[in-house]
């Protein structure tokens, strides 16, 4: 008969991330379906024989493609599954660069239709595409991260600044005393009038940085004095 019951030990539950998990996977899964759409459009370009540099590519889902189209197409969808696979922080900007380039490839692309620098072979549908891909990136990229007002439990709010704790101020009349006199002497250094012991003292506050170290300084200065001439009035 036992008189203890051993019960396997238990792991406590792993507690819940503090941030809503669904914006990162939102990024993530975001990238990689724009980068399969991009590697399909891609992959059908490379194996229909289009040619590579020509201003009129051949018909595939409703676009028209070349070569050049097709491997850039592989390579920004390579570009986007890397940075869903890095993480969704990178995923994130490198949409939102994407986004941009997209939108500019578009205008750029729509400015040369019909003319001998078409070098994409874009057609109407190709800049529709393109602007409906940059701002799906755009949206996709900035979600959760690019707001007036983010969410507290968004992965991308930064931290309520602490707030910042007053000056130690003086509260003592030997406090007060002594701000004054660190004063005068600093003013009497500028002035080059200063005597040899604000000298001491000014360099000495030099040699820390906060209000209360300063004043720190200066009072032991004064505790130093008084028990010198405390010394000297016993013997």
């Given at each position: 008969m036992t008189l203890f019951s051993h019960r396997p030990t238990q792991n406590p539950p792993a507690e819940p991330p503090d941030y809503d998990e669904?914006?990162?996977?939102?990024?993530?899964?975001?990238?990689?379906?724009?980068?399969?759409?991009?590697?399909?459009?891609?992959?059908?370009?490379?194996?229909?024989?289009?040619?590579?540099?020509?201003?009129?590519?051949?018909?595939?889902?409703?676009?028209?493609?070349?070569?050049?189209?097709?491997?850039?197409?592989?390579?920004?969808?390579?570009?986007?599954?890397?940075?869903?696979?890095r993480g969704p922080r990178i995923a994130s900007t490198v949409m939102m660069v994407l986004g941009v380039l997209f939108l500019l490839s578009a205008l750029g692309n729509m400015a040369v239709l019909s003319t001998g620098l078409n070098f994409l072979a874009f057609q109407m549908s190709n800049v529709i595409f393109s602007i409906v891909v940059g701002l799906l990136l755009l949206v996709l990229g900035s979600y959760g991260r690019v707001s007036g007002n983010l969410p507290a439990n968004s992965p991308y709010a930064h931290p309520h600044d602490e707030l910042v704790e007053p000056p130690d101020l003086p509260s003592t009349p030997e406090e007060f005393a002594a701000e004054a006199a660190m004063r005068a002497a600093e003013v009497a250094v500028c002035e080059h009038r200063a005597t040899e012991e604000q000298r001491r003292r000014v360099q000495a506050m030099a040699q820390v940085h906060t209000r209360a170290d300063r004043r720190r300084v200066w009072m032991e200065f004064d505790r130093s004095s008084a028990q010198d001439g405390a010394g000297r009035r016993i013997a």
């Open positions: 669904r914006v990162y996977a939102v990024q993530r899964v975001g990238a990689v379906a724009v980068a399969l759409v991009l590697l399909v459009f891609g992959l059908l370009g490379f194996t229909s024989g289009v040619p590579f540099l020509t201003t009129h590519g051949e018909r595939l889902l409703g676009m028209s493609s070349n070569g050049l189209l097709s491997l850039l197409s592989v390579v920004v969808a390579v570009v986007l599954v890397g940075a869903a696979l």
